[in-house]
């Protein structure tokens, strides 16, 4: 029988590369599953290839010399595709496609200069969120209880999440040229594990952290014009490191999905606070505006 909790305690100090053994060692239903789905929204689905990493699944392909040519780039404002955001409240949809937005502004600000959506770009990116599983507040908050129980007794042995009630996302995006011809694409699902991704009481949790993952791959695809898969990790620039803690962003066209929560949402998760009580999202002109830019397309 598998040492759950000795798998654990080291798991911090493992490289991500051991994350997946962990998973299989104590059974699938520690991690999520999340299904690649395609809306029909994207300009093209040809010449996808598959190219997973360890937690995620994507299949994508790039035009790497027209990509790494681009310099500006604007974001189009992400959507939910048909009703599958309709597991989570509006203002929770509200708060995932912001919180997409905003991790691709400050992960493309690190080789792009971003644009306002309203202005001519080299490249425009499209997302849609395909899927999305709700995470269960009521199991959150019980691996929470569980998770304080040593710490309680004075025994500091990390506790994984309990492997039920675990949320997904799955995403598509594109970027498209100044003539609507798509040089990148990008079909992206991932669930949540008990190891990496933390028990938020809240129905968007997983979906609000899994965004930042997807950004995070799918802006690192742009930046480099090569799959984010099987690579090291990338050094962050000072200034990415900086808005991550809820500074200013080095593009000001990113200051339309507000702030970063910083280290106040970093503590806030750790607690297993909803990230709605935290994130202040987009200012209300701007969230007015993404509305209605959304509907027009």
Not at 43 to 62: F, W
Not at 94 to 105: G, Y
Not at 246 to 257: I, L, Q, R, V
Request: proline content about 7%; charged content about 15%.
């Amino acid at each position: 029988m598998v040492d759950i909790q000795r798998l654990v305690s080291s798991s911090r100090s493992l490289p991500v590369t051991h994350l997946a053994a962990l998973c299989a060692a104590v059974g699938l239903s520690g991690c999520a599953t999340a299904p690649i789905t395609q809306s029909g929204a994207l300009a093209s689905y040809r010449s996808l290839e598959e190219s997973n990493g360890l937690l995620a699944k994507s299949v994508l392909n790039i035009n790497k010399d027209n990509v790494l040519a681009a310099t500006t780039v604007r974001i189009m404002p992400t959507t939910f595709a048909g009703d599958v955001g309709s597991v989570l409240s509006e203002p929770q949809q509200r708060l995932v496609t912001n919180a997409v937005d905003r991790a691709l502004c400050l992960n493309l600000s690190e080789r792009f200069t971003v644009v306002a959506p309203n202005e001519r770009a080299d490249l425009t990116t499209r997302t849609f969120i395909t899927q999305a599983a709700a995470t269960d507040p009521v199991a959150a908050g019980a691996s929470k209880v569980v998770s304080a129980v040593p710490g309680a007794l004075g025994v500091p042995v990390p506790v994984p999440r309990l492997p039920i009630g675990l949320g997904s996302l799955s995403i598509e995006a594109e970027a498209v040229d100044r003539r609507g011809r798509q040089q990148a694409a990008m079909v992206w699902a991932r669930g949540a594990n008990s190891f990496t991704n933390s028990p938020v009481i809240s129905q968007a949790g997983d979906a609000y952290d899994l965004a930042g993952s997807f950004s995070a791959d799918f802006g690192q695809l742009l930046v480099t014009g090569e799959t984010p898969f099987g690579k090291p990790p990338r050094i962050p620039s000072i200034e990415r490191i900086g808005a991550a803690l809820g500074g200013k962003p080095k593009n000001p066209a990113c200051e339309a999905y507000g702030r970063d929560p910083g280290l106040i949402g970093m503590v806030a998760n750790r607690l297993g606070a909803p990230p709605e009580w935290v994130d202040k999202g987009a200012p209300a002109s701007e969230a007015q505006a993404s509305t209605q830019m959304a509907a027009k397309r």
